[in-house]
């Protein structure tokens, strides 16, 4: 079964780190992009970061940019973001999702984590 | 960055009716755009990418279509349950999202 699974989420107070985690089975996992969405309680979707196979590319959003850091292992399975000086706005329920490509080229976040929630406060 | 546009933000409709929602991207992108579902308290679902390819075991009721910088999402025959919020979103690099679209029954 393809499954992404987060954790590293919990309470932690603003200007202090944190780093989740996301293990990946099901799928060759070192084939495909990987990207973060979080979704603040009762908002919508907002992508947060996201990183290609060799991690070669590796793209921010400007919320994000110079605070968080997304890293993975292919060895492993996982995908990492490291979240630093923290703010009350980061409080969401974060995801980990992957990048199908099909052929043609074309692309979207075909499989999706439960998510885990970090609070800022 | 290209920002994404939904409209309206929030709809009520009868079952069986036809419900279409827009996107509107910023600047051109192409095709790179997908839809997704996201029923409450659920994780989002693929339904759309390519602009108006349907993802596996997408029900066919689910139809999408447009380019360049305006796409719609269109359920044919709005069924109970599919209730949810639907976001667009351009799907190459800095893949951001639409505010989303919350669909209910009347």
């Known amino acids: 079964e393809v499954q992404l699974v987060e954790s590293g989420g919990g309470l932690v107070q603003p200007g202090r780190s944190l780093r989740l985690s996301c293990a990946a089975s099901?799928?060759?996992?070192?084939?495909?992009?990987m990207h973060w969405v979080r979704q603040a309680p009762g908002k919508g979707l907002e992508w947060v970061s996201g990183i290609s196979w060799n991690i070669g590319n590796i793209d921010y959003a400007d919320s994000v940019k110079g605070r968080f850091t997304i890293s993975r292992d292919n060895a492993k399975n996982s995908l990492f973001l490291q979240m630093n000086s923290l703010r009350a706005e980061d409080t969401a329920l974060y995801y980990c999702?992957?990048?199908?490509?099909?052929?043609?080229?074309?692309?979207?976040?075909?499989?999706w984590g439960q998510g885990t929630m970090v609070t800022v406060s | 960055d290209i920002q994404m546009t939904q409209s309206p933000s929030s709809l009520s409709a009868s079952v069986g009716d036809r419900v279409t929602i827009t996107c509107r991207a910023s600047q051109g992108i192409s095709n790179y755009l997908a839809w997704y579902q996201q029923k409450p308290g659920k994780v989002p679902k693929l339904l759309i990418y390519a602009a108006s390819t349907l993802h596996s075991g997408v029900p066919s009721r689910f139809s999408g279509s447009g380019s360049g910088t305006d796409f719609t999402l269109t359920i044919s025959s709005l069924q109970p349950e599919d209730v949810a919020t639907y976001y667009c979103?351009?799907?190459?690099?800095?893949?951001?999202f639409g505010g989303g679209t919350k669909v209910e029954i009347k």
């Open positions: 999702a992957k990048y199908m490509l099909n052929a043609a080229g074309w692309g979207a976040f075909d499989i």
């Open positions: 099901g799928f060759s996992f070192g084939d495909y992009a």
């Open positions: 979103q351009k799907s190459n690099s800095a893949p951001h």
